[in-house]
């Protein structure tokens, strides 16, 4: 007999969701809160590993090992599972370990909206603060590379030597990269000139420049709502954003591969700490290798980049342009499949 069993009318009762694990961490029992928020039923679950009812369950198995190597309860503040076939889950989890069978208690809490709203909102301070910080470093930095290349030039002219011309060669080549480096981290300034326009009708140019760049090996499919109705944006703008986002995919698939352009519709959403009755939804999928894991929390601040000739910039300026028309970029990948989502408040 379970030593838990004692507790299990209690559980029945909590508005906590509790899901009791044996000593072979197979679930041996889930409460009715916890069949609610998983929206699954407990027959079916009872018996199975974790790891077979859910995925992304690699927090969750941490936690665990961390509560039964310690001992003692471990809590993860940030816990995302996927529950198929609903999607993913952000929850606090705690795991409490029941000495006498080898019992292991898990707690699941949806981490409440208010609390992710705070996070978003810091992060949107956050990024704010830094491409400030940047521009003003590239300010600094572009002023003296005149002087520097300008020194070179004269000094090219007085060498002897003409086979000293490769050095100075080198320092006006590296200026001039770094200047260009300097100006698009200085460019995305201007105000947005918005118009009535159709979002298809971006997605389609985007399509048609990045078919020409990849002609071969890749397909790029339209699943377009086209009861979408016409939004306030800046046409130049969206294009560069989503032009950034698909090219992304492109390279990342190395011109192979299958992506996929989706709109949809989506009501009542909270973009940029306002609430909206109707956005855009714009989705890039790609059946590529996925964001490396290093860069997850990473990939939107300006230079980060995971490939060998990249500026780190395409996501910086995307992100700059969404929040010009008040929206959002989000992106949620694995192996196999990257999906960014852009969402754009129709007013
Ligand atoms: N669809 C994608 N699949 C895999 N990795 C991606 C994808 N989109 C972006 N990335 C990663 O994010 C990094 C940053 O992208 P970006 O800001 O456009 O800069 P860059 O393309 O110059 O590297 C890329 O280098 C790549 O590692
Ligand atoms: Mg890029």
Do not use: W
């Not at 030593?3 to 209690?10: E, S």
């Not at 409490?96 to 301070?125: S, Y």
């Not at 002087?147 to 060498?159: F, K």
């Not at 294009?239 to 390279?251: E, P």
């Amino acid at each position: 007999m379970l030593v838990a069993d004692t507790f299990l009318p209690t559980f029945e009762h909590l508005a906590t969701a509790v899901i009791l694990l044996d000593g072979q961490l197979r679930i041996a029992y889930l409460n009715p809160a916890a069949e609610n928020l998983f929206a699954l039923s407990s027959k079916s679950l009872i018996g199975h590993p974790v790891q077979h009812v859910f995925t992304h369950t690699e927090q969750l198995v941490a936690a665990m090992q961390h509560a039964l190597t310690n001992n003692a309860s471990y809590i993860e503040h940030d816990l995302s599972l996927g529950i198929p076939p609903h999607g993913k889950l952000h929850l606090r989890c705690t795991a409490t370990p029941l000495q006498l069978n080898k019992q292991l208690l898990l707690e699941f809490h949806t981490i409440d909206r208010p609390l992710k709203l705070a996070r978003e909102e810091q992060m949107l301070d956050q990024t704010q603060a830094n491409r400030l910080l940047l521009r003003n470093l590239a300010h600094e930095i572009k002023n003296p590379l005149g002087g520097i290349r300008g020194a070179a030039q004269l000094l090219e002219h007085e060498l002897e030597k003409p086979g000293l011309r490769e050095y100075t060669q080198v320092v006006i080549q590296e200026a001039d990269r770094l200047v260009s480096l300097m100006e698009k981290l200085l460019t995305p300034q201007h105000q947005p000139n918005f118009s009535s326009l159709n979002i298809h009708e971006v997605l389609e140019r985007v399509r048609s420049v990045v078919l020409a760049e990849f002609p071969k090996n890749m397909s790029i499919q339209r699943d377009y709502d086209t009861s979408l109705p016409v939004l306030m944006g800046d046409k130049e703008q969206l294009i560069q954003a989503i032009l950034n986002l698909v090219r992304n995919a492109a390279q990342a698939m190395q011109g192979q591969g299958n992506i996929v352009l989706r709109t949809r519709i989506s009501r009542q959403v909270t973009l940029m700490k306002k609430r909206h009755r109707l956005a855009v939804i714009v989705q890039v999928i790609d059946n590529g290798p996925g964001v490396p894991a290093h860069l997850h929390d990473k990939i939107f601040y300006p230079l980060v980049s995971g490939r060998d000739n990249g500026h780190g910039l395409g996501l910086t300026l995307a992100q700059d342009f969404v929040s010009q028309h008040e929206g959002s970029i989000e992106f949620d990948s694995e192996p196999g499949r990257t999906c960014f989502t852009v969402m754009l408040p129709l007013k």
